[in-house]
T-cell receptor, first 113, second 116 residues
């Protein structure tokens, strides 16, 4: 059974650009959530999607957005990149009908120059 | 606002030692608590999940306990090995009635090094 897949794994952007990250959840999981991990702030919740609807949102500026498709795959977008957006972006999926355990992907490492 | 604290921040032990990692949280209205392991530059690997109604969970050499009323959880690692070296994170999920959804609040982690 395939795990959570995130693409791309690594990317480098410059300030002002935008970036789109993709997440394919475990088959059958309908909930996808996104987290940002930095050395200074640790792991912080960005948002969660369930059945194509944003169900929860963390305290991030509007430059951070996401969406979920009918097949549960999710994308997050960061516009007008800033140096401080450099981070590991992690996606997690869960099957709420089961234990509610979250499973994470390997992450997308974003570097903003 | 839920806050999660992990002590110690770093730990170095000789191989074979039994050890305990601590996690505390400020709001006892949780749905579950999950322990993760993270290797450098990698994603998070789920180790154990404890539902709010449970007291402990075991998997191999790992045992996690939960005392919801006091806001504490411990992860016990028996007979530690060099391969256990990683950062260990605990995370709590809020009560569904308070709109926690699948949002996890993470601690800052304990960086463990097991030496030969």
């Amino acid at each position: 059974k395939a795990g959570v897949t995130q693409t791309p794994r690594y990317l480098i952007k410059t300030r002002g650009q935008q970036v789109t990250l993709s997440c394919s959840p475990i088959s059958g999981h309908r909930s996808v959530s996104w987290y940002q991990q930095t050395p200074g702030q640790g792991l912080q919740f960005l948002f969660e999607y369930f059945s194509e609807t944003q169900r929860n949102k963390g305290n991030f500026p509007g430059r951070f957005s996401g969406r979920q498709f009918s097949n549960s795959r999710s994308e997050m977008n960061v516009s007008t990149l800033e140096l401080g957006d450099s981070a590991l972006y992690l996606c997690a999926s869960t099957n709420e009908a089961n234990t509610g355990e979250l499973f994470f992907g390997e992450g997308s490492r974003l570097t903003v120059l | 606002k839920q806050e999660v604290t992990q002590i110690p921040a770093a730990l170095s032990v000789p191989e074979g030692e039994n050890l305990v990692l601590n996690c505390s949280f400020t709001d006892s209205a949780i749905y579950n608590l999950q322990w993760f392991r993270q290797d450098p530059g990698k994603g998070l690997t789920s180790l154990l999940l404890i539902q709010s109604s449970q007291r402990e969970q075991t998997s191999g050499r790992l045992n996690a306990s939960l005392d919801k009323s006091s806001g504490r959880s411990t992860l016990y690692i028996a007979a530690s090995q060099p391969g256990d070296s990683a950062t260990y994170l605990c995370a709590v999920r809020g009560d569904l009635l308070t709109g926690g959804g699948n949002k996890l609040t993470f601690g800052t982690g304990t960086q463990l090094k097991v030496e030969l």
